[in-house]
């Protein structure tokens, strides 16, 4: 069945220092990528997503490149703030199925 | 423009009592779903809803759980009786019927469940 593994947190960066959280998946077909970010006593909000093979999404200064070669997703940020400091959540839908598959979420700290 | 309702926000009981909770979709939204968060087991899909209609409750985890889905704008996570392994942050979301997989889903802010 379809799964995602994601870097294991938690993780700790101080203030502009460079992000890449790693995403791989293993699914049938051609799945559509998603990362979520859930801050606390929050739930998950949608950060950005890519649909086919070498899409590149992004928001909010995050980026993600679909690499279906690698089957990866990794998350990656030039410069982080303290108010990025959330859980990150890689993701996957593919099929017809509309349920997500999840990573188990990565915990970022950002120190100023 | 409103965002998935849920309530209430925090529940706090005793064993063997039974707690519903709710949520309100994004209106014209056509998929509903309910999860469980935990430490232990991260993010788990308990049910899904298409146009009110339970289409997959494999993730239900025991006959104490149950889901209804009464109209478009309206469902329900029961647990009857409840227990203290039942604690954890319970969300809700909501999708459009867009063509193929690619539709986010939008989440609730979720209800933190406690069972004492």
């Known amino acids: 069945g379809d799964s995602v593994t994601q870097m294991e947190g938690p993780v700790t960066l101080s203030e502009e220092a460079f992000l890449t959280i790693n995403c791989t998946y293993t699914?049938?077909?051609?799945?559509?990528l998603f990362w979520y970010v859930q801050y606390p006593g929050e739930g998950l909000q949608l950060l950005l997503k890519?649909?086919?093979?070498?899409d590149k999404g992004s928001n909010k200064g995050f980026e993600a490149t679909y690499r279906k070669e690698t089957t990866s997703f990794h998350l990656e940020k030039g410069s982080v703030q303290v108010s990025d400091s959330a859980v990150y959540f890689c993701?996957?839908?593919?099929?017809?199925?509309?349920?997500?598959?999840f990573g188990s979420g990565t915990q970022l700290t950002v120190l100023p | 423009d409103a965002g998935v309702i849920q309530s209430p926000r925090h529940e706090v009981t005793e064993m063997g009592q039974e707690v519903t909770l709710r949520c309100k979709p994004i209106?014209?939204?056509?998929?509903l779903f309910w999860y469980r968060q935990t430490m232990m087991r991260g993010l788990e899909l308990l049910i899904y809803?298409?146009?009110?209609?339970?289409?997959?409750d494999s993730g239900m985890p025991e006959d104490r759980f149950s889901a209804k889905m009464p109209n478009a704008s309206f469902s329900t996570l029961k647990i009857q009786p409840s227990e203290p392994r039942d604690s954890a942050v319970y969300f809700c979301?909501?999708?459009?019927?867009?063509?193929?997989?690619?539709?986010?889903?939008?989440f609730g802010d979720g209800t933190r469940l406690s069972i004492l």
């Open positions: 979301a909501s999708s459009s019927a867009g063509p193929g997989h690619n539709q986010p889903q939008h």
């Open positions: 699914a049938t077909g051609y799945p559509s």
């Open positions: 890519a649909t086919k093979a070498d």
């Open positions: 993701a996957l839908s593919s099929g017809s199925a509309r349920q997500l598959t």
């Open positions: 209106s014209g939204h056509d998929y």
């Open positions: 809803f298409n146009n009110n209609v339970p289409i997959d």
